[in-house]
C-alpha cells in the first residue's frame, strides 16, 4: 500500500486506492486554493444548509488563511475528495499501475513546496515578514499584545533567527528541486513546517491550515522513501538503489530541464537581491537620525503652566518616539499613539512639528540637546506657546547585546 518511488509494474489494489485519494485530495486543494473564490455563492450555500453556519463572513479573509470560508473549502475538499477517489477506485480498478501519473503528481507537489519554501525563506532572510520591533512597539505593555503580536516581536528581535529559519527554508526548496535530493529536501521542509506550524497553533497565527498542509505534502514525498530511511537509520541495515520510473528518456529535453532550473535559480536570486536592496521596512535609523530614541517628557509647560503628568490626560505628552526620517510619534499621558511630521534641521537647532502628515510653513521649534540624552523643545504648536523638556529613555531589550559569557542569567 505504501508508495514509493520505486518502479513498480503491477501494482496492489490498496496502493492504487491509496494513491487516488491523495491525489485527488491534494490536486482539488491546490486547485481550491487559487479559484475557490469563484465559487462563492455554491460553497456559501454548503456553508448554511449542511454546516449550519447562520452568521455572514467573507471570502477574502483579509489576510487571514483560517477564516470561516477557508474551513468551509476544506470540507467541501474532503467531499470531494471521497467522491472523486470512491468513483474513480471503482470505475478504473484494471489498470494495473500509475506510473507516469505518480510521477507528474511528484514533480507538481515539489514545484508546489519549492515556490513557498523559496518565497517564505526569503522574506525571514531580510526581515519583510518579521521585521525588528519598532520603538512605539517596545514602549507597549507586553499585557496589550496578542498572541501573534507576541510572536511577530520575539521573532522580529533576532537577525540571526530571522537568517537560521530563512536558511532552512531556502535549503529544503533547493534540495527539493533535483529528484535526487527531493527525500532530503522534504525531510527538511517538514521540520522546518513542523514549526511553523506548532507556532501558528499555539500563537492564533492565522495560517495553520496552510502549514498544515505544507507540512503534510513534505511528509508525503518523504514517506515515499521512508523504506529506505528506517532501513539505514533505524535498523542499520544496507540499502540498494531505486530503479525510478522516467517518462522521458531524451537526454536532449534533460539538458533543457536543467538549464530552465539554473536559469530560474538566477532569477529568483536576483528578484531576492533587488528586494533585499529596496527592503525598508524595520529599518533602524539610530546613526542616521540626530534626535533618534525614545525621549521621556520630565516637563510639560504650556502657556507659562506646568501640566502634572495626569495619566487621564489626553493632551500632556508622555513620550515622543523618533525612529523614522519625517515622522515622529508623540504617547500622551492616557497611552494614545499619535502621529506627527517631524523635520529637524540640525544647523540652525530648528524642528518643524506638526499632527498627522501636514507640514506647518515654517519650523516652528527650536530644540537644544544637552549631554546626548537631555533634549528642550521650545516653540507654539496650534496658537500656544510649549517648552518641552525630555530625557532619553533607554530601553534594555533595543540596546542589550550578544554576549558569549554570560556569569549568570540576564534574566529582567
Known amino acids: 500500500m505504501i508508495l514509493t518511488q520505486e518502479y513498480d509494474k503491477n501494482w496492489s489494489f490498496g496502493k492504487k486506492a491509496f494513491f487516488k485519494i491523495v491525489i485527488s485530495y491534494f490536486a482539488l486543494y491546490i486547485a481550491l486554493m487559487f479559484s475557490s473564490n469563484f465559487f462563492e455563492t455554491p460553497f456559501k450555500w454548503v456553508g448554511k444548509h449542511i454546516l449550519g453556519i447562520s452568521y455572514s463572513y467573507n471570502s477574502s479573509g483579509f489576510g487571514s488563511g483560517d477564516h470561516t470560508f477557508a474551513y468551509v473549502t476544506l470540507f467541501i475538499n474532503t467531499i470531494l475528495t471521497l467522491l472523486i477517489s470512491t468513483l474513480w477506485i471503482f470505475l478504473d480498478n484494471k489498470r494495473k499501475s500509475y506510473n507516469k501519473l505518480f510521477y507528474w503528481f511528484m514533480v507538481s507537489i515539489r514545484i508546489f513546496l519549492v515556490v513557498f519554501m523559496f518565497s517564505y525563506g526569503s522574506v525571514k532572510i531580510i526581515q519583510l515578514q518579521f521585521p525588528y520591533p519598532s520603538l512605539t512597539r517596545m514602549m507597549e505593555p507586553l499585557g496589550n499584545f496578542s498572541p501573534m503580536g507576541l510572536a511577530w516581536t520575539y521573532l522580529g528581535y533576532s537577525k540571526g533567527y530571522n537568517l537560521f529559519m530563512g536558511i532552512m527554508e531556502i535549503s529544503a526548496g533547493l534540495l527539493l528541486i533535483p529528484r535526487r535530493t527531493s527525500t532530503l529536501g522534504a525531510f527538511i521542509a517538514m521540520g522546518v513546517m513542523m514549526h511553523v506550524a506548532v507556532m501558528n497553533f499555539t500563537y492564533d497565527i492565522p495560517v495553520k491550515l496552510f502549514s498544515t498542509h505544507l507540512f503534510l505534502m513534505a511528509l508525503f ?50 528578484l531576492f537581491f533587488i528586494q533585499m536592496a529596496g527592503n525598508d521596512r524595520g529599518k533602524n535609523y539610530n546613526n542616521k537620525l540626530p534626535l533618534y530614541g525614545v525621549w521621556e517628557v520630565e516637563e510639560y509647560i504650556k502657556e507659562g503652566d506646568t501640566l502634572k503628568p495626569i495619566i487621564t490626560d489626553a493632551e500632556r505628552w508622555r513620550y515622543l518616539i523618533i525612529e523614522e526620517p519625517h515622522r515622529a510619534i508623540v504617547k500622551t499621558m492616557n497611552e494614545s499613539n499619535n502621529p506627527y511630521t517631524f523635520e529637524t534641521d540640525t544647523v540652525a537647532k530648528k524642528v518643524m512639528i506638526s499632527m498627522g502628515v501636514t507640514k506647518p510653513k515654517s519650523y516652528n521649534f527650536h530644540y537644544d540637546l544637552l549631554n546626548h540624552d537631555m533634549l528642550i523643545l521650545e516653540g507654539s504648536l496650534y496658537f500656544y506657546n510649549l517648552k518641552i523638556k ?23
Not at 235 to 260: A, L, M, R
Not at 400 to 410: K, L, V
Open 221 to 270: 514525498i518523504f514517506s515515499t522513501d521512508v523504506k529506505r530511511f528506517i532501513n539505514v537509520f533505524i535498523k542499520n541495515k544496507s540499502t540498494e538503489s531505486y530503479n525510478y520510473y522516467n517518462p522521458i528518456n531524451n537526454k536532449t529535453y534533460h539538458k533543457v530541464i536543467f538549464w530552465c532550473k539554473s536559469i530560474l535559480l538566477i532569477l529568483i536570486a536576483g
Open 390 to 412: 525630555l530625557k532619553r529613555k533607554e530601553l534594555l531589550l533595543d540596546s542589550r547585546e550578544f554576549n558569549w559569557i554570560n556569569e549568570t542569567p540576564y534574566n529582567r
